[in-house]
């Protein structure tokens, strides 16, 4: 299994473009999570999703927008980027929402100048 | 509503012990704790749960008190591989809305 995979690994924009962080599991795992650390602080809660075709917004979801149309991915979309959104995305997965370990992938560095 | 995690900080010397506080002020259905490296991703420890089961890291403990809604994490006897960020992590009962505390920095000096 390789577990959570997240591309890119780093990317650069220029404000106002748009991208997709591309996130993928193959755990068959029915909750998804997008969360972004920003420098020396914790994780925010993006959006998550407990299962295809269901997706709700986190503690800070403005700016980006999700969708789940298979168990495995669960793209996020960044339009008109801002200096703000520079941070480290983290995409997440379990099998049980609360009650089992989430398995994080190895995140996507995002730089918006 | 995000945990409130204590201290911020702390420095140990290899084999002393340390313990990490997590509270909430809703109700919490679990507690999870994790530890985050430097350009790394966080990594799962342990999750407690009502009523007590525990799942997870054979050699760190920790303990979960429903009706105060707090939680500890004790690391005894450290070692250098425990340095990181240590984040205590909580949600609904079917997995939204999970928040993560703010982090405790460890670091172990040998």
């Known amino acids: 299994n390789a577990g959570v995979t997240q591309t890119p690994k780093f990317r650069i924009l220029k404000i106002g473009q748009s991208m997709t962080l591309q996130c993928t599991q193959d755990m068959n795992h029915n909750y998804m999570y997008w969360y972004r650390q920003d420098p020396g602080m914790g994780l925010k809660l993006i959006y998550y999703?407990?299962?295809?075709?269901?997706?709700d917004k986190g503690e800070v979801p403005n700016g980006y927008n999700v969708s789940r149309s298979t168990t495995e991915d669960f793209p996020l979309r960044l339009e008109l980027a801002a200096p703000s959104q520079t941070s480290v995305y983290f995409c997440a997965s379990t099998s049980a929402g609360t009650l089992n370990e989430q398995y994080f992938g190895p995140g996507t560095r995002l730089t918006v100048t | 509503q995000q945990p409130v995690q204590s201290p911020q900080a702390v420095i140990l010397r290899e084999g002393e012990d340390a313990v990490i506080n997590c509270s909430s002020s809703?109700?919490?259905?679990?507690v999870h704790w994790y530890r985050q490296k430097h350009g790394e991703a966080p990594v799962f420890l342990m999750i407690l749960l009502k009523g007590g089961e525990q799942k997870g890291h054979e050699k760190i403990s920790a303990s979960f008190n429903e009706k105060k809604q707090q939680s500890s994490l004790y690391l005894t006897a450290s070692q250098l591989s425990y340095s990181g960020t240590y984040f205590c992590?909580?949600?609904?009962?079917?997995?939204?809305?999970?928040?993560f505390g703010p982090g405790t920095r460890l670091s172990v000096l040998p």
């Open positions: 999703s407990v299962g295809a075709g269901i997706t």
């Open positions: 809703k109700a919490l259905y679990s």
């Open positions: 992590g909580t949600g609904g009962n079917y997995g939204q809305n999970f928040v």
